[in-house]
């Protein structure tokens, strides 16, 4: 693990987030470093309490923040928000623009107040006739044609992770970076929106341009024109189910070495890589019963050495169990407030050959730092208590 880069130490971030957009947002910039505050009403994140398949939102996101509870619909509240933003650096939040601005805490008056501040905002979509819609992932990947893609005709499917998100959390944070470099030729704070709406859309834009271009629609993923001989689920002697892709012409040859499928090799009609690809409709089945020919175990091991794209087909609790995951620096623990321990992974790359975790990666309780760091921005016992919404302030 690289503890020395942390590139965004000694910066401070204050973060009014739920859900996983703007949380992710901070968590990345938590990662380089900085310090993430995670503002929480007196009751805790809402995200905290999720069951199902959103019981790991906030623990997967929220890794190394601190917590401090405010009642920002108090005077007490509002009043200690801006003793903490006098010193912050960067001011993250996902909330709605009307629900922001009733708080008291519009980006534009911000910036305004606090001309060294960037302030970003992650929102269903960016600037326009959509702006004050409710958005969420699902939303979007309906409205751009995500869902349409992903499943079969007339069967739209979101897909199976919250990427829309982690991705626009991922851009919120780049766009900080993008703001601290500016700040630091010119000293003055930027107001960032990030859109989940317009994120969703970079990701469907290479079926977007091949209908400018062409002037033809992509079909759905899974009815798709391919560009490969082979690129296809198949299924092992032991009944693994194993992705296989051959795409170039020194592919095909090699698969076809491999599963001893001389005659397709050889054969005048498949010379080239467009005619494979135009013949995927007899070719696959004679490729998929001499796949069934080997157990899944000869097969990884015999693509893994020749080069040839393969892979099982896992769930994601299986990733627990797979060697490179498991490698060190391949997961971090992380604990729950009640004592827990959780394996989750980090940022996806490495500097100086080693993972960047930007420091502890536990989860705060609700509230755990409140004390530590209204007291740090000159508060006293009797205005921290009322701003975080105690009901008893007697001495």
């Keep these: 693990m690289n503890d020395d880069f942390k590139p965004l ?17 901070g968590m990345f910039l938590g990662m380089l470093g900085a310090e993430v505050i995670k503002v929480e009403p007196p009751e805790g994140d809402k995200t905290r309490a999720l069951t199902g398949m959103g019981r790991g939102f906030h623990p997967t996101f929220n890794r190394g923040k601190k917590s401090i509870t405010l009642d920002l619909k108090s005077d007490a509240g509002r009043a200690a928000m801006h003793r903490i ?3 912050a650096d960067i001011f993250v939040e996902n909330f709605r623009d009307e629900s922001l601005a009733g708080m008291g805490f519009d980006p534009g008056m911000l910036r305004k107040k606090y001309p060294q501040l960037i302030v970003s ?3 269903g979509f960016l600037k326009g006739p959509y702006e004050n819609r409710t958005a969420m992932d699902e939303v979007v990947q309906m409205m751009t044609g995500m869902a349409y893609m992903t499943g079969p005709t007339g069967r739209p499917l979101r897909i199976g992770s919250s990427a829309n998100d982690i991705m626009g959390g991922l851009f919120g944070a780049f766009a900080v970076l993008a ?34 271009i062409e002037g033809r629609e992509a079909p759905p993923m899974p009815e798709r024109e391919f560009s490969w001989p082979v690129y296809d689920i198949f299924e092992s002697g032991d009944g693994r189910q194993v992705f296989i892709g051959a795409v170039t012409e020194g592919q095909w040859v090699t698969l076809c070495n491999l599963l001893g499928l001389d005659s397709l090799r050889d054969d005048p009609r498949l010379q ?24 899944f175990a000869q097969l990884a091991s015999m693509f893994e050495d020749a080069g040839i794209p393969f892979s099982p087909i896992h769930r994601p609790a299986e990733m627990y169990d797979d060697p490179h995951v498991l490698r060190p620096d391949g997961l971090f623990a992380s604990r729950l407030p ?58």
């Design 9 to 25: 130490a000694g910066l401070r971030v204050i973060e009014m987030t739920h859900m996983i957009m703007g949380p992710s947002c």
């Design 121 to 123: 905002s992650l929102k």
């Design 179 to 212: 703001a601290l470099l500016e700040r630091g030729k010119d000293g003055k704070g930027h107001v960032l929106r990030t859109g989940l709406f317009e994120n969703c859309l970079l990701l469907v834009a290479q079926h977007m341009v091949q209908f400018d």
């Design 85 to 87: 933003l006098e010193s």
């Design 272 to 295: 080239k890589r467009m005619d494979q690809i135009e013949a995927r409709d007899w070719t696959i089945p004679i490729v998929a019963s001499a796949v069934r020919e080997f157990r």
């Design 338 to 395: 009640e004592g827990q321990v959780f394996r989750a992974p980090v940022m996806p790359f490495e500097v100086d050959d080693a993972a960047v975790t930007g420091g502890a990666l536990d989860i705060a309780d609700i509230g755990e730092d409140t004390r530590e760091v209204l007291s740090r921005a000159g508060l006293s016992e009797t205005e921290i208590l009322l701003a975080s919404g105690a009901k008893d302030v007697t001495a």
